[in-house]
Structure formats: C-alpha cells, structure tokens
C-alpha cells in the first residue's frame, strides 16, 4: 500500500517537473501569443502604456486604409498609400510596416482584391524617444514572456525588425545630432578622443546624418541610402564609399549608450562594458539589447570627382563574361588606386536602345575617387581597360562621363540609392577577396556568370586599405573578420509574386543557388549580414567568421533569458518559428 502510494508519490512529481520544464512559469515552451494562457491582461498593457507616458501604439497595417473590412478603411486615403507603397518614407516613418512585403507576410497589402489582417505585424508599438521607453520595453517583455523586436527604418533585408505576435520597440523617433567640436570626452573613463565628433541618437537617418555633417564641412563614413538608420546600419557593420579611405562605419565608434536585455541602461567604450562595446559594433541589430546613441568620429569633407560608365554587349555574345571577368580582376588594383564605387554586373537584360529587341550584357556604375578637380584622376585609370575590352573582344560599346561635386554632401544628394521598395523581395550575397577576383579567370567568370543569372549583381567597391588596417577604438570589433580581407561586396536579389507560397520558395531557392557560386568560390570568405540572405546555410560562421563564439558567449551572458531573438541572429540557435509562435526547441 505505501509502496504503491510512493511510487504514485513519484510519478506525481516527475510529472509535474516536466511539465514545468515545459510549460511551467519558470520556463515555458513558447513565448505568449494572444489567446494563449500567459498574455498580459488589458489592464497589464495599460499599466505599461502609463508607465511610458502614453506612447504604447496598437497600430493598424498601413495598407488597411485600402479594405473596406477593416475599422481604418478610409477611401480617400487609399490612393495616396498605394503610390507611396513604393517609397522608403511609407514604411521608415510607419510604427509597423517593413520596407520588403514578405517580412509583414504580405498580410496586409495595400489592394482591395487582396486579404488583409495585422497577423504579420507586431501587435504593440512603444514609440520610444528615451532610454527609459526602450528599458519599459524590454523590461515587460522579459518578466511577461512577449516576443520583442526593434523597429527602426524597417529596411532589414533578413526580416529581423519585423515579427507577428510581437511588442515592438520602434526608435525611429529617437532623433538628434550633438557636435563635439574639438575632442570627446569618454565617459567615467580618462581618455580624451581629439578630433571631431557627432553624438547621434540611434532612430537618426543616413541623410539626417550627412546633412547635419554637411553643415560643419565634414561628413561620416556612412550609408547610400537616405532613410536606413545608423542603429541596424552600425550593428550590422556599416559599409561605406568612404570605407576603403576611413575602416568601416562600425570603425568610427568612439561610445555607445544602450539598454541591454536585463534592463540596465549603459555607456559601451574601450573602458567599461567593452564586451558589449564589441559586439555592438558588427555582431547585428536587436541581439544585445538596444542601441540609443552614438558617437561617431566624424571626417573632413572630401571633394568627389565620379565617373558614370557602362560598357555592354549582346548577350549572345560568347565574350560577354570574358571582358567582364577581366574588367573586376582590376578591381584590387583600382582599389589600391583610391578608386571606391558602385559598379553593378547586368546579365541578359533587355537592351532600352532597341526597345528591349535585344538582351545586353556588361557592367554599369558610378564610381569616385577624392579631392581632386581632375577628371583625368579617374578617366586615365578606366581608359586603358575599356581600350584593352574594345581591342581583345568584338561588339562591345562605351560610355563614360565624370562630374565634380566639391564636398562629399553634395555628391550625396545627386547620387543616393534611389531603389523603390515595398515588394517582395530575398538577397544573397558574398564578400569577394583578391584572390576571387583575380587569381583564376575561368573560375571567376564562371562564378560571376552564375551568381549574375537573376539579371544583375552588384559588385561594389566599399572595402580596401582603409577597412584592412582600421585601428577601431578599443583593438576591434565585431564586424565580420571577412571583410578585413575583402575588396568587393557582391549582391543579387530576387524579387517575387506575393500571395505565392510558391513563388516565395523559388526565390529562396534561386537566391541560394546564386550564392552557391560564389561560396563556392571562395569558401575561406564570408558575408555582410545587413545585406545577406535570412536562409544562408551556416550562417554564424558566414556572418562573422572566428568571431562567432566570442559573440555567442557575450549573448549568453547579456541575454540569458532569450529576450531578444532573431534570424539570423547571434544566440538564436535555442528558439524556432512553429507558424507565427517563437518556441523552444
Ligand atoms: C536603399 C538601401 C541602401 C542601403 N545602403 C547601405 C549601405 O550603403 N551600406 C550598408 O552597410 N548598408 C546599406 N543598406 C543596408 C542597411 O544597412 C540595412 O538594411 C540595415 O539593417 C538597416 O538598418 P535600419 O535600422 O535602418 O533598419 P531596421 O530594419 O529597422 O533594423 C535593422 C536591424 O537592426 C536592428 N536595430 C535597428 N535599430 C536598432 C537599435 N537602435 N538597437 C538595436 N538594434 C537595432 C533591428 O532590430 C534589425 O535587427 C541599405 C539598405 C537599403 C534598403
Ligand atoms: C496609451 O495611452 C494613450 C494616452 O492615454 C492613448 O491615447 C493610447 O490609445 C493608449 N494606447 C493603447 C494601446 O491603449
Ligand atoms: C511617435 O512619437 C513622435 C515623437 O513624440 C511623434 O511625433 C509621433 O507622432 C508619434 N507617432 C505615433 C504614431 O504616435
Ligand atoms: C588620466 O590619464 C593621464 C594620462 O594617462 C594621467 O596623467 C592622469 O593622472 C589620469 N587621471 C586620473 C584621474 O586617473
Ligand atoms: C564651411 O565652408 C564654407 C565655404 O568654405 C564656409 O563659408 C563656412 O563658413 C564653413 N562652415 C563651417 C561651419 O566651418
Ligand atoms: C542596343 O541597341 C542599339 C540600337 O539597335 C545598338 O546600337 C546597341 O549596340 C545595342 N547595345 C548592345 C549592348 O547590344
Ligand atoms: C590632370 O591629370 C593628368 C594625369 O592624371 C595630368 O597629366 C594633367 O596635366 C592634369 N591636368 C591638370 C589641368 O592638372
Ligand atoms: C574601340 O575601337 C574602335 C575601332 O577600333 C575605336 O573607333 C573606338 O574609339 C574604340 N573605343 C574605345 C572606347 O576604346
Ligand atoms: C581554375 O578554375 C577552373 C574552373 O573552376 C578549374 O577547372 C581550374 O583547375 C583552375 N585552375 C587552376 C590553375 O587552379
Ligand atoms: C505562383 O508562382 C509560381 C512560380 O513562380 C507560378 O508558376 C504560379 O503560376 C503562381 N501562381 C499564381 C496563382 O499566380
Ligand atoms: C576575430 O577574428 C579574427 C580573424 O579571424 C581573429 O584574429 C580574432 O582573434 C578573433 N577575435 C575573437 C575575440 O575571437
Ligand atoms: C504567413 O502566412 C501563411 C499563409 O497564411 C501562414 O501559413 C504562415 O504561418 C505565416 N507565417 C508567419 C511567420 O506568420
């Protein structure tokens, strides 16, 4: 009798320990979804919404305006969303709404005859302008089990500021530009950093930043778009034009403040809190906690002398991808020369001068070099290359042009990266050394052949000198080893239908065949995790080399709870997306 009772006794509490393994308070399966037993009481969210002074959103989907089933239905507006749903502004200014349809699931487009509903968007929205919104946040996601992202411009080409079931933290509103005129003091450190300086809060963006710059005759080491902002720019790495002159925009970090997983609010330098102040700087966006500010040395405004080119033939021709093969092999020497740009690769696209009759194939682009009002500077470095492409292989046709802009702002204003937005969309890409470029011309062209197939690939020239010996504050960063060898960050992308589980899962697959090539390669390189694929096979080993375990255990330490969470992300290897519920594995 007692026997028996015991050993029920037994079974009784080996059954509940498993299920509070699994279920319990202490640690359970999955992080709350509405309806689900753990979800905050109304009462729970308004006492949050109170604790941050009222700015707890409920937003509606941007496009909802445009289904007459939903309560934001508005007519009147519907048009005006549909021709801005191509622009950045929508989506960077929205609390919600990414900038690449597929990351909100393509739930909500802004098309009558499509579905609608908030189920690929975040249900609460802090629109934090403080540190101590962003800890409000983080705080009740952590002690409620809610999953948390951090929204800034909502460009991420991974998804990673985007998530269903989720409260959102949005630091777009986090604005303001501080000048250190003459040096910057760190801070409960004795270092003094000489030079100029800018604090910057973490929601400012790419052309916010260079005009504010601008002003004071300098500029940073920065992005080409307009509204990116510097807080998933400078996690991720942040490359630049300017970057083979100056390292990398993760380079030019002097401090940083942040709320980190647990709450507390910090200043990262080479003095305290130096493992976040590396990770911070290259280990990717909404991992380690929130960034809220940084200082950021600044540079003296360079004058920029371009040259636009294109050269092209039919791409029939069976010397397309010799002539273009050769033209990057020079893309070291040119790089060794100060050349720095944006040249793109097009394969097969249809040629505008005969109205699309023929395909052409060949490379187009803007490059620059700096202070120099001589066109010659740059022309006399391309001449030679297109006279050697004209002489070698039939049928090829040229065209260049140069301009000179005095400061860097105003090359900036005339050459941003215009991309349209708001469709669907996955990237692939790869960091390309020396060796890749030049070592072996069969292996290269048919890697660039390959990896070019979509109809273009970048091929840009954001790393050289400047990025292999910058002497970043505190030793290094965390920025992808790979790219202290690197001279090109080549890119494809593949757009697709929405509304097409199909159509979704070619793309990945063709984005993944494409990068095959060049992993394939060089399989000793790496990628650049702000401009890289959400599905690339190994990616903590791609995304940031050696480095990865370093990253790991600083996650863990930082974040032993798992309150942040992404992909691809450091750390996240313990969690998995069942449908649109983030669970154990
Ligand atoms: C038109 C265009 C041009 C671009 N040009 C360049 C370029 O020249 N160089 C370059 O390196 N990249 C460039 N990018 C890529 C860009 O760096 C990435 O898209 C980057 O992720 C954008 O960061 P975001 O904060 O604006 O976007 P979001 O999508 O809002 O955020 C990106 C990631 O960072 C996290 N994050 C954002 N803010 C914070 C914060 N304050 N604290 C912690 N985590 C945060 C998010 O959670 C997410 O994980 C470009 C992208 C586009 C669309
Ligand atoms: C938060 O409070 C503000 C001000 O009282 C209110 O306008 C807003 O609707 C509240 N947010 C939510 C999600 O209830
Ligand atoms: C978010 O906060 C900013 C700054 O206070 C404010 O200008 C903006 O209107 C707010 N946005 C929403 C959607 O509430
Ligand atoms: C700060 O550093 C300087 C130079 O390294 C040193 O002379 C000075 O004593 C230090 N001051 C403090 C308060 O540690
Ligand atoms: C910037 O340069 C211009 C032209 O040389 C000059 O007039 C202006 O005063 C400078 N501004 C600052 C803030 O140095
Ligand atoms: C494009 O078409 C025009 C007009 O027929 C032709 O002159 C040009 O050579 C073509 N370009 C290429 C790259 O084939
Ligand atoms: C421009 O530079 C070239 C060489 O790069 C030089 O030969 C030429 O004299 C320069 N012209 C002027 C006007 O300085
Ligand atoms: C290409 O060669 C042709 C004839 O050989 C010549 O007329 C033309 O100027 C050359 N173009 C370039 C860009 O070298
Ligand atoms: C160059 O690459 C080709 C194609 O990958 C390969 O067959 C060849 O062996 C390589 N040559 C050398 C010298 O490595
Ligand atoms: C979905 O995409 C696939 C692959 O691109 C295509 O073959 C199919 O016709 C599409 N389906 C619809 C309904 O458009
Ligand atoms: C980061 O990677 C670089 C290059 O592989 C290596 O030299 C360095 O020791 C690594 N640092 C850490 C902390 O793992
Ligand atoms: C996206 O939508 C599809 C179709 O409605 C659904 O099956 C899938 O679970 C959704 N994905 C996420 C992450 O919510």
Known sequence: MSKIYTLISLLFWITVCVLAHAHGPRSPACK??????????????????????GRLLQPTPPGAVCHPDQTSYNPAQCPLVQSSWFTESLHSDDPVSAQWNNWNNDTCLPDPRAPCSAAGYPIYVINATTAEHVKAGIDFARTQNIRLIVKNSGHDFTGRSSAPNSLS????????????????????????????AITAAAGTQMQETYRATALLNRTVVGGNGRTVALGGF???????????????????VLEMELVTPMGEVLTANECQNTDLFWAFRGGGGSTFGVLTSITLKTIPSPSVMTLTFQFATSSSSPHAFDAITYFISQFPSLADAGVTGYPIIFNGVANGSDGGQTLASGVIGKVIVLDTHNATDILAKFEPLFAHINAT???????????????????YEENYDPSPVGYGSVMGSRLLDTPALAANATATKLALERFSAGGQATVYIVSGKGVW??????????????????VVHATASVSFAPLNETARAAAISQTNSLTAALRELTPSMGAYVNEASRYEPDWQH?????????????KRAVDPDDVFWCVPCVGNERWHEVDDVLCRV
């Not at 986090?174 to 760190?186: A, W, Y």
């Not at 049928?395 to 702002?409: L, R």
Request: hydrophobic share 35%.
């Open 393 to 411: 292989w039939p049928g090829f046709v040229f065209f260049t042009s140069t301009t000179y802009h005095p400061s860097f702002g105003a090359w």
């Open 169 to 196: 933290i949005w630091v777009h509103h986090m604005k303001g530009i501080k000048e250190h005129k003459k040096s910057f003091q760190l801070r409960s450190c004795n270092v003094t950093i000489e030079g100029h």
């Open 542 to 554: 791609t995304f940031w080399g050696d480095n990865y375990s370093r990253l790991l255990k600083i």
């Open 234 to 252: 400078i996690t991720g790495g942040g490359h630049s034009i300017l970057a083979p002159h100056y390292g990398m925009a993760a380079d030019q």
């Open 469 to 486: 010996d910058a002497q970043p504050r505190g030793g290094s960063t965390a920025v992808n080893p790979a790219w202290r060898r690197a």
């Open 32 to 53: 709350s979804v509405p309806g689900s037993g753990g979800w905050p009481s109304l009462e729970t969210w308004t006492a949050l919404n109170q604790s941050i002074g």
